[in-house]
């Protein structure tokens, strides 16, 4: 059982994280699997209490379901609620079942995360029901098709990389997980590879000056952050819909969101549309002490003022929270490169 449940890890761990951080380890027991989250392996500024990291950890859970289904197993999942406290977020069971091949598991070893432009030919009924209907409760997935809402969520999400390049603390956590060359990607497996950035030459070439905070703050006096803000604003709006997951305001909830994510991801993957998850507003907005820690007083404003117009975009109920948002169309161009995935037996304690 033991080398099934490799085996089951092995195709499960081409999942999304924040910026490729892999926050997960695994602890293997006879007939069963323990799940723990690294708390340090994704930046706290962005991981309030590890709520992406639990989103990571949701979307290896639900590959980890479709692949076990795939090898011949059932699992049973139990969540730890007190992971905040012992890194703990699941046990599962693994028992014999008859085979089956959801079409979501083929897709796990294709997903990856495209940032090119996609075709903006907005998202019919059917294509955004289909999407829907891959939720996990209580996560509930809300998507917007209409060209005036697709522009005004990409002017206002890509607010995340203006306030990043003008807030020193956001610029050393960007910089920081950046991985540079091909050689370095392949040594360390993880961190977020430039080449799958998609920037043009001469943004590459910026972006390289602006590692040096120095540096930086003369392109900030001459107004580079709203440059990048409104080029990625337009990429952003290069979709064929934008999507929000939706959860009632509690940590585990993230775990569904996560998997919701997740099969949302496989199934586009499936139909040759390319994803992209855009998370840095929502993230920094998710704690008030960040906002007023972290940012100037200016640039609270500007983010809490985003975050309304994206809230009211998605029409955000009472005590829920949107988990994430994620841009999604027909793709035009595969992404030029691949992120890597850890080694397993570095991935196990
Ligand atoms: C919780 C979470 C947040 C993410 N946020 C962003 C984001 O804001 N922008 C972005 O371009 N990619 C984002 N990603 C995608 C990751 O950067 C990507 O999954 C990771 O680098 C691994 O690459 P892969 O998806 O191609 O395997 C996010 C992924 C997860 C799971």
Redesign the pocket.
């Known amino acids: 059982m033991v080398d099934e449940i490799q085996k089951i890890l092995e195709y499960a761990k ?9 926050p997960w380890r695994f602890k293997i027991l006879k007939n069963s699997l323990e799940i723990f989250v690294v708390p340090t392996a ?1 930046n706290p500024i962005l991981n309030y209490n590890l709520r ?2 639990l ?2 950890h949701g ?1 290896i859970l639900e590959n980890i379901f479709l692949s076990a289904a795939k090898h011949g197993f059932g699992v049973e999942m139990k969540l730890n609620n007190d992971y905040l406290q012992n890194n703990k977020i699941a046990s599962l069971v693994f028992a014999k079942d008859t085979l089956s091949t959801n079409p979501l598991a083929t897709a796990i070893p294709n ?5 090119t432009k996609y075709s903006t030919r907005s998202l019919d009924r059917a294509e955004i029901t289909d999407f829907q209907k891959l939720s996990v409760s209580p996560a509930e997935v809300k998507i917007l098709n209409t060209p005036e809402k697709i522009q005004r969520l990409a002017e206002n999400l890509s607010l ?1 990389e203006y306030v990043f390049l003008r807030t020193q603390k956001l610029h050393k956590l960007l910089f920081d997980d950046l991985v540079w060359s091909k050689e370095e990607e392949l040594q360390k497996k993880r ?3 430039v080449a ?2 998609e920037l043009t030459p001469p943004a590459l070439m910026v972006m390289r000056m602006a590692r040096n905070w120095t540096l930086m703050r003369v392109f900030r006096k001459i107004g580079l952050p709203s440059v990048v803000a409104s080029e990625n604003a337009r990429v952003y709006a290069s979709s064929g819909a934008i999507g929000a997951i939706i959860v009632p305001n509690e940590n585990t909830n993230f775990i569904s969101a ?1 998997r919701t ?1 997740e099969r949302i ?1 496989l199934h586009a993957t499936n139909i040759d549309m390319g994803l ?5 507003i ?2 920094l907005g998710m704690s008030k002490k960040t906002l007023a820690t972290v940012l100037s007083p200016e640039d609270k404003k500007v983010v809490e003022e985003g975050l309304r117009i994206i809230y009211e975009e998605f029409a955000v109920g009472h005590n829920k929270t949107i988990a ?2 994620f841009r999604v169309g027909q793709i035009i161009k595969a ?1 030029s490169a ?2 890597s ?1 850890g080694e397993l037996v570095d991935l196990m304690i």
Not at 14 to 22: E, K, L, R, T
Not at 111 to 115: G, P
């Open positions: 081409n999942a999304p994280s924040g910026d490729n951080s892999q994704d992406g990291s989103i990571a979307a997903r990856s995360t495209n940032r995340a961190g977020l590879y799958t950035l996560g994510l991801w992209q998850p855009l998370n840095g929502v993230f994430t948002v992404p691949h992120s995935k």
